[in-house]
Structure formats: C-alpha cells, structure tokens
C-alpha cells in the first residue's frame, strides 16, 4: 500500500507533496499511526472541506426546531444551506417548527458600506412579530465579521425588548480551517446562553443525546429502542431537538455522544460544570448498537435495567436477523472507500464488517487527530495559527447543579469496561494495510478510485457522480441518497438493502456500450474461402 500512496502523490509538485504526505498513512498494526489533520486547506486543490458557518448554523443549531434561525449575510450562504441537510423533525403539539423556513438579512452593498446592525435589528423585529419562536438565533457570514458589526450587542438589546432568548453566533466561514470550528462556536454559545436555564425535573435513567441529528429519521430509530428500554431522553443535540429540551440537558444523569466531533466540548463542558459522564455510543450497525445499550446499562448498574435491555436486543435481533443474513450472503467479500465529514468514516466501517464488506480506505474531511487516534493524543496536538480565532470556552463547576454520578472506585472499574469520557479514534478498528486519508481532494479520489477499485464509494453529493461515471457504485453517507433512517437495528437492514440494490441494479450492464465490446456488423463470406 505504500507504493500506493506515493504513485498518488508523486505528481504533486515538492510543497504539496511535503504537506499531503502527513495527511495520507496506510494504517499499521502494532504502530502509532500517527496522521495530521485539522490543519489549512491547500489553495486550488478542490476540497470536499466547508466552511465554519456550515458547522455552525448547517449541522449544530439548523436542527433545533423551535428556533428562528437568522443568516445575517447576503442570500448565498442561507439559500444553499435551506433545506439541504436531512435532519428531520415533527412539530410538537404545543410548539412551533420552523425547519421548512429559512430566515436572512439579505445583506447588500450599503450594508457592508454603513453596517448591517440596522437590518438584523429589523429582521429580529419582523422574525418575532410575524413568527413568535420560542427563541432568536443569528449566524454571521464572512463579511459581517469583516465589517465589524456587533451583532452579539444586537441579540442582548433584542433579548430584553422581545423577552425570549435571542443568541448570536460569530461563526464567519473565513474562522478555522473548516466546518469544524463552526462546531466548536455552536457548542460554546449553547453551553454559555441555553443548556442550565430551564427547570424540568428528569424521570429514572435521564439521558440526553449528543451529537445526533436525525438525518433520514436516525435519531427517531435510536429514541424508539431506548424509549422501550425505558430511559428517558432530557435532550437530543440537535436532531429534532428544540431549544425547549436542550435548558434542561444539565438535568440529565449521562450523556451518549454519537458524533465525537461536533460535539464533544459540550460533553466536557457538562461534566467540567455539572459532573455528568459521557459515554461514546455508535448506533451504526447491529453490533455497534448492541455494545452501546450494553455499555449504558452497565453505567447505570441497575438490574432491572440490565434484564429489559437484554430483552430489547433479543426481540429486536429477531425481527431483522433473516433480512440481514440475506443482505450478507449478497455482500460478502465487497469492499468500500469511505470519506464523509467527521464521525460516520468510522461508524460505518463496522457496519460494513457486520455485513461481510471490507474497508479499503476511509478519511475525514474535518476530523482531529483524536477522531482518528484516539483521545489519549489531545495534550500532544498543537493548535496551529489558524484555529487561534476560535473561543476555548473555560467553565466552571456549577454549585447548585453540580452532582457527584460515581465513586472514584466505581469509576475506575467502568473506564476498563465501557468507553466512559473516552473515544478510541477510527484508525485502531481499521483494518492493517487500509489507507487512511484526511482532507481528500478530487485528484485524489480519482487515482485512489482507479488503483484500490473498491465496490463501494461512500461519500457526499460532490463526489457522488465523478465515482459513478467511473463505473463505482457510490452511496451519499451525509443524505443517504433520500433514504434511512440507517441508524439502530432497522436502519441497518434499509443500509443493507439499498447498497445491495445499488451494486445489483442492471445499469451497471450498460454502462459499455455494446460496440466496444462487440463487432458493429457480422457477416459471412459467400462463396468459397478466400
Ligand atoms: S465561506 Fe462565507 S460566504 Fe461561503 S458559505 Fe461560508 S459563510 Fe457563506
């Protein structure tokens, strides 16, 4: 696999090579694996990377659904965020959505001239006085920032004249170095404005759902298995969550955290401030969920807890068993290329492997070193001069709320048996001899497309279609191609079915057109031979 990776990257010129060399490794048993990731975009090199206001308003706050959510731009960045991540929600009864709306300043010449705080204002106004949300939020795009307007001065005066919550977000797209830093912004302002202001008091087992946005319905699938288990959910963050649940996410007795990426800061930030643990749940996949129901009945050490968790698995392992084992037989011995943003490279691999497919390459667009090595390499990272611009939120305990959840006894024990405040990093499950690529470009997919030839492309829509017109049956792992939900034990039968629709679809007969492969005209000779 080494001769692999320098045939791809030796046609860079000498800088480029030096830089991508240590953002491409091929995955060795028994070694440190050690990769850089986090770090600038190299210009021209067509990125599949987005910005730092996508990782706030498209993928942290954009699901919350009882919040007026304000771009303060020019339409650019609301219009082609509007609608387009699959995070779904039903309104409730009593409260109102507005996840089919989409809410801009619409900046314009004179308002990057004489400031766009005017504006905001009045779209607050109008956002309040046509809509009445539960709470305001306003993101800023690249110029906002750029020109100065303070729009966090701008939320405090609307918050005391409208009396609702109203949050600014100071996520321009230039700060970071991808959607990642937009992440980090969101979870700070949740944790600083919203999260310990409400009061509900939580039923036995309160949880709350981190990092779980409900694309094609995945949060839905995972609250039905753990609502029959008998947990009640406090929140979910964000996916059909609301700003409504997320005041009283201090509330909850632990937290299971999906995407270590997006949200891993308010999981600190909880327990630093309130003492509550997280454990790090995958829902992706039979065996994923499985350990994850596990792990959260050992953490509560309840019996009771124990015996009905154990007896969800069983009914729920019955139901789909003979509509997995069919999909395996059809996909043994596949193999797949996996590159989505900054957790699912990792869940999907072992749900792939529960399937009989196995993963050739995988990378992340905008993980961290931890998301790949583990989080033991945290204090080794160094922050570069382009993640300065992001706030490192320092909390505190909080006396009034703050709980003691373990004995240092009890939690000794449960660190050695469940991942408690702990994420392993994708690179350690990873097969020896797979290659593990940050930031991949186009050139990249390409050449690693035509030399490794996986089965399977798993991607995003920018990529989608290089990799079919190649003849490579691609599956959308941030959409899902419209479909899902894939989370849990029913979404791993839709995962199955539609990858083995896709590699049985006749279209792939067709993709050579019969001349290429078959003379045009067939004809004999008459009369003898020649
Ligand atoms: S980079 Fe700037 S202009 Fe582009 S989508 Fe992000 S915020 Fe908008």
Redesign the pocket.
């Known amino acids: 696999m080494g001769q692999v990776l320098e045939k791809v990257l030796e046609k860079y010129p000498a800088r480029v090579y030096k830089n991508r060399k240590e953002h491409v490794i091929v995955k060795k048993d028994g070694e440190k694996n050690e990769i850089q990731a986090n770090t600038r975009t190299i210009p021209g090199i067509i990125t599949n990377r987005?910005?730092?206001?996508?990782g706030c308003k498209g993928v942290v706050l954009g699901p919350l659904k009882d919040v007026a959510l304000i771009v303060h731009?020019p339409i650019?960045?609301a219009y082609?965020s509007w609608g387009t991540r699959r995070h779904k929600a039903r309104k409730e009864e009593d409260a109102k959505s507005f996840l089919e709306y989409c809410f801009c300043t619409d900046m314009q010449e004179s308002d990057i001239v004489f400031g766009g705080e005017k504006k905001l204002k009045q779209a607050i106004k109008e956002v309040v006085e046509i809509f009445d949300p539960a709470a305001v939020m306003i993101c800023s795009?690249?110029p906002v920032g750029l020109i100065g307007d303070d729009i966090h001065a701008v939320a405090a005066e609307a918050e005391k004249l409208y009396g609702r919550k109203v949050v600014a977000f100071s996520c321009?797209?230039?700060k970071g170095v991808s959607q990642s830093g937009g992440h980090h912004i969101a979870n700070n302002g949740l944790i600083k404005h919203i999260i310990g202001t409400g009061d509900r008091e939580p039923k036995k087992y309160a949880i709350n759902i981190l990092g779980e946005y409900n694309i094609g319905g995945d949060g839905w699938e995972v609250s039905r298995v753990l609502k029959r288990i008998g947990y009640d959910i406090v929140s979910v963050m964000t996916g059909d969550g609301s700003y409504r649940d997320l005041k009283n996410a201090h509330k909850a007795d632990l937290n299971i955290v999906q995407c270590h990426r997006s949200i891993n800061y308010i999981a600190e930030m909880l327990q630093t401030k309130y003492g509550t643990h997280w454990i790090k749940a995958n829902f992706i996949g039979v065996k994923g969920t499985i350990e994850t129901l596990r792990a959260m009945a050992k953490y509560f050490g309840d019996e009771e807890l124990i015996q009905r968790t154990e007896e969800v698995i069983a009914d729920e392992l019955d139901d789909i068993q003979d509509a997995i084992d069919y999909y395996k037989e059809k996909l043994r011995g596949k193999t797949a290329a996996l590159f989505v943003g900054g957790s699912r490279a990792h869940h999907y691999q072992i749900l792939l492997k529960d399937l009989g497919v196995e993963t050739v390459l995988a990378g992340y667009e905008f993980a961290h070193r931890d998301d790949y090595e583990g989080r033991e390499v945290i204090p080794f990272i160094k922050e570069d001069a382009d993640s300065k611009n992001i706030e490192e939120l320092k909390v505190e305990k909080d006396e009034k709320h703050y709980r003691v959840f373990l004995t240092p006894e009890r939690y000794e024990q449960l660190k050695n048996e469940i991942p408690l405040d702990y994420y392993a990093g994708m690179i350690k499950e990873m097969p020896d001899g797979s290659i593990v690529v940050d930031d991949l470009n186009h050139y990249e997919t390409e050449e690693f497309l035509k030399i490794l030839k996986p089965d399977i492309f798993f991607s995003g829509i920018k990529d989608k279609f290089v990799a079919q017109k190649a003849g490579i049956l691609s599956r959308q792992l941030h959409s899902y191609d419209y479909s899902g939900p894939y989370a849990g034990f029913k979404g791993a039968v839709n995962f199955a079915r539609d990858i083995t629709m896709g590699l049985y679809t006749p279209t792939w007969k067709y993709t050579t057109p019969p001349w290429k492969t078959e003379p045009l005209l067939e004809g004999t000779f008459i009369g003898g031979e020649l």
């Open positions: 987005g910005c730092c206001f996508a731009g650019g960045c082609y795009t690249c321009e797209g230039y």
